[in-house]
């Protein structure tokens, strides 16, 4: 570092500290806006990686088969009847001849409606499900059995329950061997009573998957003639989608099949609009990923506009402190000082303010991505180049900050400014 500069530095660091209050306040503009950048950046990406790694654990060979979806020219679009899967649908795609590489087919009939023990009710999901679901799922029994197939043929009056209807319905109880009580849809006052029989090790929730633990499952023979209408006007039992397991890397070949299977059975045509849609696992990880990653550059965005609004507050200290300071450029000039000096002189200073409330901004953000992610309100995951690119704005912001209050400064006249009052 040459003398110059470093005397530059000097006077720089002397015009800071000569005012510390207004410097810091002046730094804390930064300091908010490189926080503000690097802590909603971490909680995007910790949002992105929590849902990913959810949808992943599960696997990357699901397929969900939903009724009542329009795929087109024009994309998805809402439309066409929701009662457009039936049970000889899903008994189709578990056919080998006609799907193959298919490991299971999980069709599922789900109403939300009251379900009563005593004198709790609560308001969850009642699922019809069959023996395949365990395996399409990865769902897994913690005591008791799960729906069996004897319990499809009688149409049962038995239920397996997730962890979070124990936890809200049978406080201080045991609720194997308990009765509950289901309202049936539709059906005013009227309730069916069912055995719990099983009892869902705790998952997690997951809003594209399904949440397992606030839901109570039931044979869907009994959910289909017991608990809601099942049938469609033709009379056939409908089911609210289908889930498939396939052969891990054939999801797509799989897909293709299925898509053609139901075409046919449907009667529509290859180039017509179809009333159901076929979504693989990856094609939701790649959707979420976009989601999330854009909701992560606006969030970016917003942060960076406070980060701009500290950047004019050193733009203004700035002016300021050349006003204030007038009589010293003129005397720093008639000494022989050049204008390259002033300007020097000036930046430096700028950029110093910003680059020291660069620093702090940077342990304000990461601490405050560590608290949220502490206290189990969601994810955060701090990235390097996150850090890397709030501090390098901020000294960006704090050059082009400076550049115009030092450029007033060293076109000052020497007389003008000896003048000065």
Not at 31 to 56: F, H, M, Y
Not at 74 to 84: K, Y
């Amino acid at each position: 570092m040459n003398l110059a500069l470093l005397e530059n530095l000097q006077l720089a660091w002397s015009g800071i500290t000569a005012n510390k209050v207004r410097s810091g306040l002046t730094m804390l503009g930064v300091v908010i806006g490189v926080g503000t950048v690097i802590a909603l950046v971490s909680i995007g990406q910790g949002a992105t990686s929590q849902i990913t790694d959810r949808l992943s654990s599960s696997g990357t060979n699901l397929l969900f088969v939903s009724p009542g979806m329009r795929m087109g020219a024009g994309g998805v679009r809402g439309g066409g009847g929701a009662t457009s899967l039936t049970m000889a649908d899903a008994a189709a795609i578990a056919d080998p001849d006609k799907v193959p590489d298919v490991l299971a087919v999980a069709p599922e009939f789900s109403r939300r409606t009251q379900v009563i023990f005593g004198d709790a009710n609560v308001n969850v999901q009642v699922r019809g499900v069959t023996t395949s679901y365990p395996s399409a799922q990865l769902v897994a029994v913690a005591r008791g059995r799960f729906v069996e197939a004897k319990d499809l043929a009688a149409q049962a009056n038995v239920a397996v329950v997730g962890s979070g209807v124990v936890d809200d319905l049978f406080t201080g109880y045991d609720p194997l061997g308990q009765r509950i009580k289901v309202a049936v849809a539709g059906a005013d006052n009227r309730l069916v009573s069912l055995t719990v029989v099983g009892v869902l090790e705790a998952q997690g929730s997951s809003s594209i998957l399904g949440d397992n633990d606030d839901a109570v499952l039931v044979p869907i023979t009994t959910a289909q003639n017991k608990i809601a209408n099942g049938r469609n006007a033709q009379g056939a039992l409908v089911v609210s989608s289908i889930t498939v397991a396939a052969v891990e890397g054939r999801s797509s070949s799989v897909a293709d099949a299925i898509d053609a299977l139901l075409r046919y059975r449907h009667k529509l045509d290859a180039d017509a609009d179809a009333d159901f849609s076929v979504v693989t696992q990856e094609d939701l990880l790649e959707t979420v990923s976009s989601v999330t990653q854009t909701l992560t550059l606006f969030l970016g965005f917003i942060a960076v506009i406070s980060l701009v609004v500290g950047g004019i507050g050193i733009m203004n200290i700035m002016l300021v402190s050349v006003t204030e300071r007038t009589r010293e450029i003129g005397i720093r000039k008639a000494v022989g000082a050049r204008r390259s000096d002033i300007l020097t002189q000036f930046l430096l200073e700028s950029v110093v303010l910003s680059v020291i409330g660069g620093f702090f901004g940077v342990l304000l953000g990461v601490c405050v991505a560590w608290v949220v992610d502490y206290s189990g309100l969601m994810t955060t995951t701090v990235s390097a180049w996150s850090v890397a690119v709030a501090a390098l704005f901020a000294l960006l912001v704090g050059l082009l900050s400076g550049m115009y209050p030092a450029g007033r400064a060293a076109s000052l006249k020497p007389i003008d400014a000896l003048r000065y009052e």
